[in-house]
């Protein structure tokens, strides 16, 4: 019975281990399209494992260590900590919305993910759109650190451990950005 049981065990942890290995890489895409008359397209395609082992040895001006310092006088005055907290434990909602003949902003929780939609109107009618949709536990992450510094590197691990997902689109009459991530090591 303890040999059956031992084999039962053993292949139990050897399936475990198989769908542990399949799990397919994360890869973090940029594509920002230029739609005036250079008509340039730059794609940035990144393992997530990689920046994970890069983003530590890059000590530039506020990055260190795969932090960014805050050093904004404004930003020394507010508990981001305290407000992630205070909104993680609330239930989903639309928290502010801003609508003018110039702007609309809106700021929302929902499904576990922190939500900002801009809508700008420029003086000639052109409209730009910025589309901001990120896992409440990689925002988590990213205020992990130290008061006035955003942890980066945590961020891209709770990326990493997160499902396919575009993270930031912007939309406008003259270029395109998009960044997501999934599995894919290429852009379609």
Do not use: C
Request: glycine share 8%; aromatic share 2%.
């Amino acid at each position: 019975m303890k040999r059956k049981l031992a084999g039962v065990v053993a292949l139990v942890l050897m399936a475990a281990m198989a769908a542990v290995a399949q799990v397919p890489e994360k890869w973090l895409h940029v594509k920002v399209e230029d739609k005036g008359s250079k008509g340039e397209i730059v794609k940035v395609n990144v393992p997530l494992s990689l920046a994970e082992k890069i983003l530590p040895a890059v000590n530039v001006d506020r990055l260190k260590g795969g932090k960014v310092r805050i050093e904004t006088a404004k930003i020394h005055d507010v508990d981001m900590r305290a407000i992630l907290e205070a909104v993680k434990g609330t239930q989903d909602g639309e928290f502010v919305t801003i609508e003018s003949t110039k702007d609309n902003v809106r700021v929302a929780k929902s499904g576990g993910y922190l939500l900002v939609k801009v809508r700008e109107v420029k003086k000639d009618g052109r409209q730009e759109e910025v589309d901001v949709k990120v896992p409440m536990t990689v925002v988590e992450a990213l205020l992990s650190g130290d008061k006035n510094e955003l942890d980066v590197l945590s961020a891209i691990k709770a990326l990493a451990a997160h499902g396919d997902t575009v993270l930031v689109e912007v939309r406008g009459d003259k270029e395109t950005v998009r960044v997501w991530v999934d599995s894919k090591n290429t852009q379609g």
